[in-house]
């Protein structure tokens, strides 16, 4: 069982170019993944998400979620609290053998820009290399996703370490990455996560097909 604190952001299309210098301006080594696939399970759950990534079947459920708030100047987010776990796959198992109807597994791609935060006992924010560990940590990511011929891109902050300091640690690198002044504009109503995006989006399609 692995908990998090969570705030992502949402928005239709490609990052702004505005958006790319900020990300790539702020402190912090800056990581590039490479392209990948996820499968994730189709639910009408805003507060559960099953995917396959790669050679596991990973789990992830909400437990609490705050309100839209004021983070810092021109941002709005909503805080939530999730709890995961991850299970490996049968080497010999490319996809999970469930006997579920076509279109129930919804395949996402993914191109994301990481960057790593830790937080000392004393509130200090540092920049962290891979290589490097922290008891309080934050990764914040910039994610291009590709669903059908749709283009969306999110915007995400991921806190672990104590469950006891989840949230300090969450909005101590919040304040800290979003302090300067060409930071980007957020609105709480963009913000949410993985699968509630999933469920607007299903819900768009299906909506389209029945016209």
């Known amino acids: 069982m692995y908990p998090t604190m969570e705030l992502r952001w949402f ?6 170019e505005s958006i790319q210098n900020w990300f790539q301006s702020i402190e912090g080594a800056e990581t590039n993944e490479a392209n990948r696939e996820d499968r994730y399970l189709s639910l009408p759950l805003a507060t559960l998400g099953i995917k396959q990534r790669q050679d596991a079947i990973e789990i992830k459920q909400r437990i609490a979620k705050g309100k839209v708030q004021r983070l810092t100047k021109g941002i709005k ?46 509130g200090t924010v ?3 290399a891979d290589s490097e560990t922290a008891e309080q940590s934050c990764t914040l990511e910039l994610t291009n996703l590709w669903l059908a011929e749709q283009q ?36 709480g109503k963009d913000s949410y996560g993985y699968p509630k995006w999933l469920t607007r989006l299903l819900k768009e399609f299906k909506s389209r097909l029945s016209v």
């Not at 928005?11 to 702004?16: F, H, N, Y």
């Not at 672990?160 to 957020?186: C, I, K, N, R, Y």
């Open 11 to 16: 928005l239709p299309g490609p990052p702004p």
């Open 77 to 122: 987010g909503q805080v939530e609290q999730w709890v995961k776990w991850s299970f490996p796959l049968d080497g010999q198992q490319s996809q999970p053998n469930l006997t579920l109807p076509p279109g129930t597994w919804i395949t996402i791609q993914k191109s994301r820009q990481l960057k790593r935060y830790g937080v000392l006992p004393d």
């Open 126 to 128: 540092t920049a962290m």
């Open 152 to 187: 969306w891109y999110s915007l995400g902050l991921e806190a672990s370490g104590p469950e006891d300091h989840l949230g300090e640690t969450l909005m101590q690198v919040t304040q800290a990455v979003f302090s300067g002044s060409d930071a980007p504009l957020l609105k």
